[in-house]
Structures are given as structure tokens and as C-alpha cells.
């Protein structure tokens, strides 16, 4: 009898993560700044490597950070140490992040965060953070804005952030947002909800968000 075929090799396994520790203080021009891990992870050489950011300072302040398909790594990883805060820089109505569609999983723990998380493609995590004292100026959401994409935080923390639209800290209006053990305080909106706004996209057939139990 035909023997039969051989049997096909086993997948390759995933590359392993890459860590870079990143240092607030560095000197400029450095290979240990954000920007500089933000830009290798444009390049080739981080085609399907997930990049793991240990921040390594008190303070960070990033300038109109985008991730989309020219993201080359399949996942950015930022671990901080609970009083680690990123800042939104420049003129205050850029986002700290913004998930464009075709970005890499991002990845967001132990931070304080003073910027709007902007999430309109890709996934987002986000675990044991605090978002605080944001304002959107120019639309809904004062510290998150979803309209695509998904967006899952666990465990964290939004106080007094403000919106001049609606959803005082959070607006979700198409995508997925799930919220897992969440605090919300004093958050309030000049248009609807003070502390979350929802509207479900003309396109979606089911509700855009998940509560577990969370506080306000």
C-alpha cells in the first residue's frame, strides 16, 4: 500500500520578546529613550517581535505617538511602577496614544497616565492605572475616545477628567470597550455622561461595552 504522506512540520515558534529598559533621564540621542524604542519598532528588524518597555523613571512626556500598520512589532508592552507618569506633551489636543486600524496589541500597566488614550483600530490593554485630570478639547471622551478596535481595562482608576462633548472620562461609539473592576470619580462632561458615554454605531448589531463589577 501507498504509505501516507508525512506529516507537516510543527509551527515555528513565536520570536521571543525583546525588553528595553527606558530611562527618563537618559542623554539625548541615546539608544534608552521612548522615542527611540517607538522608532525601532518601525523598523525590520521588529517585524513580529513583541517589545516589552520597562520605564525606569518618574516622569515621561510623549508627543503625538501613533501606532498602525507601520507598527512592526506585534506587540508594545509599557510596564511602570504605579507613580510612573506619561504626560501628553505639545499644545494638549494630541493624544498620549493613538490606535490607528492596523495597529499592534498595546499594552499599559502600573501607570499614571495625564494624556487621552485615542483608539480607532488594534487592541488595547490596560491594567491597574489611574487616569487623571484630562480634558478633551475638542470632542467627547475626556480620557478615553473608542470608535473602533478594542479597548480592555482591568483594575484601574478615573478621576476628575472632563470632556467638552460627552462621556466626562470615557466615550465609546463603535468597537469593543470592556471594563473589569474599575473605578469612576468626579468625572463630569459639558454635553452627556459624566462618567461614560455610549452610542452604538449604526454598523454594530451589539452593545459596544462590558461592565464587571466597577464603582463610581
Not at 518601525?42 to 520605564?55: I, M, S
Not at 505639545?90 to 487621552?116: C, I, M, Q
Amino acid at each position: 500500500p501507498t504509505p501516507p504522506p508525512p506529516s507537516p512540520p510543527p509551527p515555528s515558534p513565536p520570536p521571543p520578546s525583546l525588553t528595553w529598559l527606558v530611562q527618563s533621564d537618559c542623554a539625548a540621542g541615546a539608544n534608552c529613550t521612548l522615542d527611540a524604542a517607538f522608532s525601532w519598532a518601525r523598523t525590520e528588524a521588529a517585524r513580529g517581535v513583541p517589545l516589552v518597555l520597562q520605564l525606569n523613571g518618574p516622569a515621561f512626556e510623549l508627543t503625538n505617538i501613533t501606532f498602525d500598520n507601520a507598527t512592526l512589532s506585534s506587540e508594545v508592552s509599557l510596564l511602570g511602577g504605579i507613580t510612573t507618569v506619561l504626560t501628553a506633551g505639545g499644545d494638549g489636543t494630541s493624544p498620549l496614544f493613538h490606535l490607528a486600524p492596523g495597529a499592534p496589541v498595546v499594552s499599559l500597566s502600573g501607570l499614571y497616565l495625564r494624556g487621552r488614550l485615542v483608539i480607532e483600530g488594534g487592541r488595547c490593554e490596560v491594567t491597574n492605572c489611574t487616569f487623571e485630570g484630562e480634558r478633551s478639547v475638542d470632542g467627547d471622551g475626556g480620557a478615553v475616545a473608542v470608535s473602533a478596535g478594542n479597548l480592555m481595562v482591568a483594575d484601574s482608576v478615573f478621576r476628575s477628567n472632563r470632556a467638552v462633548g460627552n462621556g466626562g472620562a470615557v466615550h465609546v461609539e463603535g468597537g469593543q470597550a470592556s471594563f473589569d473592576a474599575c473605578s469612576f470619580t468626579s468625572n463630569t462632561a459639558d454635553g452627556q455622561g459624566g462618567a461614560m458615554h455610549v452610542r452604538k454605531s449604526d454598523h454594530s448589531h451589539r452593545a459596544p461595552i462590558n461592565l464587571t463589577p466597577c464603582s463610581h
